[in-house]
């Protein structure tokens, strides 16, 4: 069982910054992988970036060059920061964890019950 809370979420202007968090607590394996998504009312969920324990990561191309993934291991977080928002970023975001090495794929075990991101105009 391994359970997530995500933080960092807000309201922030177009071109303006956030960092997310999210600390994951419970059955953490050594190798794992830890992502973040995204979903806006009436669309589906859609990875944004993700990290594994080695720190291999991927980014969607819509966030190429303006997100950042991180991660601290010996806390069991994950980062997201998020610099030049852009309106279409606004979303709830969500944190996604498996204890598996995985570099592809919608393969997640947990998730956490996410947090809102609004980029105004």
């Known amino acids: 069982q391994v359970q997530l809370v995500e933080s960092g979420g807000g309201l922030v202007q177009a071109g303006g910054s956030l960092r997310l968090s999210c600390v994951a607590s419970g059955s953490i394996a050594s190798i794992n992988t830890m992502g973040w998504y995204r979903q806006a009312p009436g669309q589906q969920r859609e990875l944004v970036a993700r990290i594994i324990s080695d720190g291999f990561t991927n980014y969607a191309d819509s966030v190429k060059g303006r997100f950042t993934i991180s991660r601290d291991n010996a806390k069991s977080a994950v980062y997201l920061q998020m610099n030049s928002l852009k309106p279409e970023d606004s979303a709830v975001y969500y944190c996604?964890?498996?204890?598996?090495?995985?570099?592809?794929?919608?393969?997640?075990?947990?998730w956490g019950k996410g947090t809102l991101v609004t980029v105004s105009s």
């Open positions: 996604a964890f498996t204890n598996a090495y995985r570099t592809r794929g919608d393969y997640w075990g947990y």
